[in-house]
């Protein structure tokens, strides 16, 4: 089976109206990143008890922690810093979350004994409280190419990892080859696609992603987080320091999402998957 998942902050800035995006959609998962334009790692417990509720109250189960963690610079105080790992953790632990998706930290290049220094700890931190440290490829990280990623997965034991089919175009790697190396390493994908020489974001399918090519060489149970980044968002400057250039134009974020969606289930059905019961079947 393969589960869709989403970050709904990219339908709608409330949780209100991203439930009622995930739920239009037939969505039952959220990578929760935002809501109300304040980050994830941001929220109180109590508010974070709230959101959970009204969750679970509308059939969303959250699956991934779409936290920031490690998009830092590696001379952060990790002493200091781990405080904010810790409370992280225990924001997974309210939602009902055993994953946490992170980053390896900026201005890492030349300290990578560091860089496998913090991601231990990062990931004993969350055996602590039972959740999976995954690390998402992301442009200036330190894991941001084919290259270091494979370092990350020889040094960093207990470390899962997410891939992200645009992040490697935007490094200049070929999708053929990164989905070769990594598809079956890979704990959950997320799905966005880019038209390499322009860097205009896409549906998917319509770009370099190579997102059929992702889909056919699922042969377990595996989960797709749509992040389509097809129109700008409350939070995303916040979220992401580099211009999002769009080839297509929507009325407003919903259509975008919707749009987004329709798009990645297109691809399944293309693939011969059929929606049942809330996940895709063959």
């Given at each position: ?6 970050f709904a ?12 995006a995930l739920n ?11 809501v109300?334009?304040v ?7 109590d ?11 509308n ?9 920031p ?12 810093y781990e405080?904010?790992v ?8 309210v939602f ?12 890492a290049?030349?300290?990578k004994n560091?860089?496998?220094d913090?991601l231990?700890?990062m990931?004993e931190?969350?055996k ?7 690390h ?10 084919a290259?270091?990623?494979?370092e ?10 997410i891939?992200?089919p645009v ?10 080859k990164?989905?070769?190396l990594f598809?079956?390493?890979t ?14 974001h896409?549906p998917?399918?319509?770009g370099?992603?190579n997102?059929k090519g ?6 377990d149970?595996k989960?797709?987080?749509?992040e389509?980044?097809l129109?700008?968002f ?6 992401d ?6 080839k ?18 297109g691809?399944?059905?293309e693939c011969g998957?059929?929606e ?7």
């Amino acid at each position: 089976m393969i589960y869709l998942s989403a970050f709904a902050d990219e339908a709608a800035t409330s949780l209100k109206g991203q439930i009622e995006a995930l739920n239009r959609n037939g969505i039952k998962y959220s990578e929760i990143r935002s809501v109300d334009g304040v980050n994830v790692s941001k929220f109180t417990l109590d508010t974070a008890k709230e959101y959970q509720k009204e969750m679970a109250d509308n059939g969303v189960a959250v699956w991934s922690i779409g936290s920031p963690l490690g998009k830092v610079s590696i001379n952060v105080d990790f002493n200091e810093y781990e405080g904010t790992v810790r409370h992280v953790c225990e924001l997974a632990n309210v939602f009902n979350a055993d994953k946490i998706r992170m980053f390896s930290f900026f201005d890492a290049l030349g300290e990578k004994n560091k860089v496998f220094d913090y991601l231990g700890r990062m990931i004993e931190i969350g055996k602590e409280y039972g959740v999976q440290m995954c690390h998402e490829n992301e442009k200036e990280v330190y894991g941001d190419t084919a290259s270091r990623v494979l370092e990350l997965i020889e040094n960093c034991k207990g470390l899962k990892f997410i891939y992200d089919p645009v992040n490697y175009i935007a490094v200049g790697e070929k999708a053929e080859k990164t989905l070769e190396l990594f598809h079956d390493k890979t704990e959950y994908f997320h799905v966005k696609d880019m038209i390499a020489d322009t860097g205009e974001h896409v549906p998917a399918g319509l770009g370099d992603g190579n997102i059929k090519g992702l889909v056919e060489k699922i042969k377990d149970d595996k989960v797709l987080t749509l992040e389509p980044h097809l129109a700008i968002f409350s939070g995303y400057s916040d979220i992401d320091n580099f211009e999002m250039k769009n080839k297509f134009k929507f009325n407003s974020n919903t259509e975008a999402f919707d749009f987004a969606c329709k798009s990645l289930k297109g691809i399944l059905n293309e693939c011969g998957y059929k929606e049942i019961n809330g996940g895709f079947a063959k």
